[in-house]
């Protein structure tokens, strides 16, 4: 049999380990951060019309600049956006593909705050670019005096800050994020993939956009919008930006199908997001339950939490799936990490946890 190895792979990718968050079908996955809640029927069956639609003209290639949907982007987040500064993919992986293949590549680095999101460094890695993880403050936090010595330190092409931070759930100040953009020669990409399950009122980068064009704000349909299936993502960045992506995407990449879907769920974006806090309450519930049995679950704006205080991370995490809860074991010390699903997913998820709690649970009518 013919090994990997065997192979002429590029040297920079011999004994390199691809993405691989465990597919299982259980009854209660929550260990990709999907939105667990299902697209609402009727918005589903525009959907379907507008796919149908599209699917008389297949004979013929797509919009390549797909400008109606980047249009619908801009209209979605507002900041005074208009398309030109908008850009998409088959979902934010190849947007920050797009970006690392025009901005990083050989010769080139990509600095990033780690444990951050494990596709940046492989995204990194199928550029030839490379990767650069600097090290957090304490319980992951990141603050503007340790994110600028970095990148005083590292001098890299690209920063890439994910806010909130994948997989520990940090949220990222915005002025972290302007001491960055600031601080930085190259491109600035913030990922706020996770940006509407943060606390209302928590500023975008957005807003940090006007007057710095080498500013980069990725978002996804794949997190809030329970949108993963569809593979769609999405930025908003200068139109020299824009400019650069054109370069490097592939002609045609966004299917036709793909845009008619994303322009439906775009038409239905209040029923979309219609759930998103009901998930920030089941967040809340993780992180207060979690406490009162004695483990430590980190500060989350995203629609998971990372909780330490685990003896066994890998013995939990099997004990769980043998009972149908599939949850993420990230190889972060103690440490096991849970995406906050509906509210029967959660409860099984926090009965189940309950069995591993480091400390004798106090009663919850203590206080
Ligand atoms: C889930 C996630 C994404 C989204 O990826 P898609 O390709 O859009 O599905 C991007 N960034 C982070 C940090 C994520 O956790």
Redesign the pocket.
């Known amino acids: 049999m013919t090994d990997l190895e065997d192979l002429p792979i590029r040297d920079d990718l011999r004994g390199r380990a691809p993405y691989g968050a465990p597919q299982k079908a259980v009854p209660v996955a929550l260990n990709?951060?999907e939105n667990t809640h299902p697209i609402p029927e009727s918005v589903a069956h525009d959907i379907v019309a507008r796919v149908a639609a599209a699917i008389l003209h297949l004979n013929r290639y797509p919009d390549r600049e797909f400008t109606e949907l980047r249009r619908a982007f801009a209209a979605y987040l507002g900041h005074g956006l208009d398309e030109r500064g908008i850009w998409a993919a088959?979902?934010?992986?190849?947007?920050?593909q797009h970006v690392l293949q025009a901005f990083g590549g050989p010769g080139r680095t990509a600095l990033g705050f780690a444990p951050?999101?494990s596709?940046y460094g492989l995204l990194s890695a199928g550029t030839g670019t490379e990767w650069i993880g600097a090290p957090r403050d304490d319980d992951f936090e990141l603050s503007p005096e340790t994110a600028v010595a970095a990148v005083l330190e590292h001098d890299p092409d690209l920063v890439i800050l994910?806010a909130p931070?994948?997989p520990t759930g940090t949220p990222l100040s915005i002025e972290t994020i302007t001491a960055v953009a600031d601080a930085a020669r190259g491109i600035v990409v913030v990922?706020e993939?996770?940006h509407e399950f943060a606390d209302p009122g928590t500023p975008s980068a957005l807003t940090l956009l006007e007057g710095r064009p080498r500013l980069v704000v990725?978002r996804?349909?794949?997190?809030a919008f329970a949108f993963?299936g569809a593979?769609?993502?999405y930025l908003a960045a200068d139109p020299a930006v824009v400019d650069a992506l054109r370069l490097v995407r592939l002609p045609y990449h966004l299917s036709a199908l793909t845009q008619a879907a994303a322009l439906g769920a775009l038409a239905h974006s209040d029923e979309m997001l219609a759930m998103v806090d009901e998930i920030r309450g089941q967040r809340e519930r993780i992180v207060d339950e979690l406490a009162r049995l004695g483990f430590r679950p980190y500060r989350s704006g995203a629609n998971f939490v990372l909780f330490g205080g685990v003896d066994d991370p890998h013995a939990v995490f099997e004990a769980l799936l043998e009972r149908g809860i599939l949850i993420r074991d990230i190889g972060l010390p103690g440490c096991l990490r849970v995406t906050a699903g509906t509210e029967t997913e959660t409860t099984a998820f926090l009965e189940a946890i309950a069995a591993f709690a480091p400390a004798p649970a106090a009663p919850s009518h203590a206080e």
């Open positions: 990709v951060n088959n979902g934010s992986n190849e947007v920050l951050t999101y596709m994910c931070n994948n990922d993939a996770y990725s996804t349909m794949s997190k993963a593979r769609v993502g």
